[in-house]
């Protein structure tokens, strides 16, 4: 089971990062503070600085008071502390079109309204559609929530199929066990499911190598807990 699950990470891995650089506009960090580390190969780990460009399909990891606020053109994400997440592009600069992996933790996205999907996030448990709006996505081992505070979510559970309209003043909320979706606030919809769960669409596995070699004693190749609590030794050099 073991060699199994380091076979999986290691394909995910090779997946993610075959991306290589990114067609579309790279995401340029504003402010930082530290712990904030990236790796684009999933090895070698990177103190992140203020001006630097992160490299498409790159894992971003925070450890405890650590963020990164980014930017790409009009669009912004900011990821706090103990955080794992990564950006895939396979857009171009003109139409951008993003792929954000969260494996835990809490980014904050606001994204210019464009005319078509231009956007797609994925956490363990969740898959959200955007086309153009500012949400907020919170996840950990157990749950995932998005918060939208301007535009329109579609939400699905990839376990299940179900969908929600997620609006302006509108959560969205999906456990590890749960088969649909529970939604509250203002401008939510629950539709109907029309789509199987996808075996492989938990976040694509995303974070099962974790943030590997990023100071946690627990993370590695193949560790399904790898990164932790996302404490990328803190102490490097800015």
């Known amino acids: 089971m073991r060699l199994v699950k380091m076979i999986a990470a290691m394909a995910f891995f090779a997946v993610i990062f ?30 992140i600085k203020r001006g630097t460009t992160i490299p498409n399909a790159s ?73 153009g709006t500012k949400f907020t996505v919170t ?16 939400v699905a559970n990839v376990k299940s199929g179900h969908k929600a309209y997620v609006g302006a003043g509108g959560k969205a909320e999906i456990g590890e066990d749960d088969q649909s979706i529970e939604i509250s606030g203002r401008n939510t919809e629950m539709l109907t499911s029309s789509i199987a769960g996808s075996k492989n669409n938990a976040a694509e596995g995303a974070g099962a190598n974790g943030a590997a070699n990023s100071g946690n004693a627990n993370a590695g190749p193949g560790n399904n807990n790898a990164g932790g609590n996302g404490k990328g030794n803190g102490n490097g050099n800015n």
């Open 59 to 131: 894992w971003i990891s925070t450890g405890r008071g650590g963020r990164v606020a980014l930017q790409r053109g009009d669009d912004t994400m900011m990821i706090t502390g103990y955080s794992l997440i990564a950006a895939v592009e396979r857009g171009t600069d003109a139409r951008p079109k993003t792929t954000l992996i969260q494996r835990y933790g809490k980014m904050t996205v606001d994204v210019e309204k464009r005319g078509y999907d231009q956007m797609t996030v994925k956490t363990p448990f969740m898959a959200a559609v955007v086309k």
């Open 139 to 154: 996840g950990t081992k157990l749950a995932s929530d998005i918060r939208v505070a301007r535009g329109l979510v579609e």
């Open 18 to 47: 075959a991306f290589g650089p990114a067609s579309a506009a790279d995401w340029t960090v504003n402010r930082v503070s530290q712990p904030a580390k990236y790796t684009a190969d999933g090895n070698t780990w990177h103190f």
